[in-house]
Every structure is written in structure tokens, then in C-alpha cells.
């Protein structure tokens, strides 16, 4: 009886150690797995993933470099006009173009050209900094003063000449075509009176959008030219 009671504790003891063991034994398969996943490569698709964020790819042409092209065109074209317009004899091509310009232009062809090669080597020459900057206003009022020049050319070669306005574009003078359709909109629908009125008034706010001034600055010497001209009157009376 004493030996069965001092034998029957054992047991117990014996399933601890071996749960003690098995839970030894699992930490070191859990530290393994750890250190591989962590030393395994990442995936191809999230490497992908990660560079198209971190470097994304350009498509097309850039808005400079296509600046820069149409600044290059309108440059070659205009001095291959001017080249054309100088030239006594000319190709079928350059022949025709010069005929078109001086119909939809008149005698404003002359500074077609040149605008063009203006305007052309400044879109190529705009990030130096001894280039100077245009604004919108500026070259809207450049714009709207050109068109109206051609309009008054056209009016006033059409009085001169006694021509139909169209005819006197299908030549080639006065304002062209555009002068042309211009001036019959404005007298079929104002007079000429009206279309005097309006083609002043075009006139002195594109010029005041060229030079960046208040119309009010543009008649500034008026009233001290006014003062001097009656002071002038004063003096010769005395």
C-alpha cells in the first residue's frame, strides 16, 4: 500500500514535461517562418506597382517643345514669304501663296510676314530673360489694331478709287478681303457715319490695349494743349 501511494503522483509530472517540451519546441519554428518572410524577395507586381508611383511615364510632347516647333514653322514660313515677295519670278507655289496674302490682306501683306517671323522667333527665344514678355492684352490689341488699319485702308482706297469693295480686294488693295467684308458688315448695318464711329473707337481702345494704358491716359495732352493754345490766342490779342 505505502509503495502504491508514492508511485501514483508521477504521472501528472510526466505530461508537464512533455507539454513544456512542445512548447519549447514550436518557438524556433516561429522564429523561422519570421525570418523568411522577411527575407523573401517582394512580388513582381507590387515592384511594378511601387516604381509606376514613385516615376510615371511621360506620354506625348511637352507643351515647351511644341511651342517651340510652332515658333520654328511660323519663323521659316514668314521668311520664305518675305523671300517669295522680294523675288521677281516665283513657282506655282510660292506664287499662289503671295496672291492669297495679298487678297485676304491688301496692303497689309507687307506686315504679315514680318509678324509672322516676330511672333515665331519669339515663341522660341521666350525663356531668355533679355527677351521681353507679351502679355494677352497686348497681343489681342496688336491683333484688333491690325484688322482695323485694314478696314480703314479698304474705306479709304473704296472713296478714293470710286471701286465696288470687292473688287478692290479681288486686286489685291486696300485692306483685302478682310478690310473688305468688314466695312460692307459695318455699312449695311450702321450707315457711314456709324461705321466711321465704330471704327474710331475700335481704333483707340486697341491702341490702348497695345500700349497698356487707360483711355483716359491716351488723351492726356489734350487739356494742356488746349491751355497752351488759348494762352497762345491771349498773348497775340495783347
Given amino acids: 500500500k505505502k509503495t502504491g501511494k508514492k ?5 501528472p509530472a510526466i505530461k508537464k514535461t512533455g507539454a513544456k517540451k512542445a512548447a519549447s519546441s514550436s ?30 511615364v511621360r506620354t506625348g510632347i511637352s507643351l515647351d517643345r511644341k511651342l517651340d516647333m510652332l515658333g520654328v514653322f511660323l519663323a521659316v514660313v514668314g521668311f520664305l514669304t518675305i523671300l517669295a515677295m522680294l523675288s521677281q519670278t516665283n513657282s506655282s507655289l510660292t506664287g499662289g501663296w503671295v496672291n492669297l496674302i495679298a487678297r485676304v490682306f491688301g496692303l497689309g501683306m507687307y506686315v504679315f510676314p514680318l509678324a509672322l517671323v516676330i511672333v515665331g522667333g519669339w515663341l522660341v527665344l521666350r525663356n531668355f530673360e ?24 479698304h474705306f479709304l482706297a473704296a472713296d478714293s478709287t470710286g471701286k465696288e469693295l470687292l473688287d478692290l480686294a479681288d486686286a489685291g488693295q486696300g485692306g483685302g478681303y478682310t478690310g473688305a467684308f468688314i466695312l460692307q458688315a459695318l455699312l449695311a448695318a450702321l450707315g457711314v457715319i456709324g461705321a466711321l464711329t465704330v471704327l474710331a473707337a475700335w481704333f483707340v481702345m486697341a491702341l490702348a490695349l497695345t500700349l497698356d494704358k487707360t483711355i483716359l491716359d491716351l488723351f492726356g495732352w489734350i487739356p494742356p494743349l488746349i491751355l497752351r493754345i488759348q494762352d497762345w490766342i491771349i498773348d497775340l490779342k495783347d
Avoid: H
Wanted: glycine share 6%.
Fill in 7 to 11: 508511485t501514483a503522483p508521477a504521472a
Fill in 27 to 56: 518557438k524556433p519554428s516561429a522564429k523561422l517562418s519570421k525570418r523568411l518572410k522577411k527575407l523573401r524577395p517582394p512580388s513582381i507586381g507590387g515592384d511594378i506597382k511601387a516604381r509606376g508611383q514613385l516615376r510615371p
Fill in 130 to 153: 533679355r527677351v521681353p514678355q507679351f502679355s494677352a492684352e497686348r497681343i489681342l490689341g496688336l491683333t484688333l489694331l491690325y484688322v482695323n488699319l485694314l478696314v480703314w485702308m
